[in-house]
């Protein structure tokens, strides 16, 4: 969820990095002519339980890093203000 960005996070990029390595993704509101989708970023994890760390780039160029995450069918993230950005 966007604060400083829209607050659908549209253009957001994410990455996240386990230990079979890094995997990448960007936060969309279409995938086809006349369609939308779910504009949350799925990562499948097969056989991992948590990831390292998963970083954040909003649109509005803060860049947002989070720390041991464990596999969970959904996580929300907030776009943090820029003062508290990289804490």
């Known amino acids: 969820m966007g604060h400083q960005s829209n607050c ?7 990455k996240i990095q386990t230990a079979d390595g890094a995997r990448y993704a960007t936060v969309t509101a279409a ?8 504009q949350g970023v799925h990562f499948g994890l097969a056989r991992e339980v948590s990831i ?7 649109p509005s ?5 989070v720390k041991a995450v464990y596999g969970d069918p959904m ?13």
């Open 8 to 14: 659908e996070a549209i253009g957001a990029a994410v």
């Open 52 to 58: 390292q760390s998963m970083e954040i780039r909003w």
């Open 61 to 65: 160029g803060i860049v947002q890093t």
């Open 31 to 38: 995938c086809g002519y006349f369609s939308a989708c779910d």
């Open 75 to 87: 996580l929300w993230v907030a776009e943090p203000h820029s003062e508290l950005a990289g804490r």
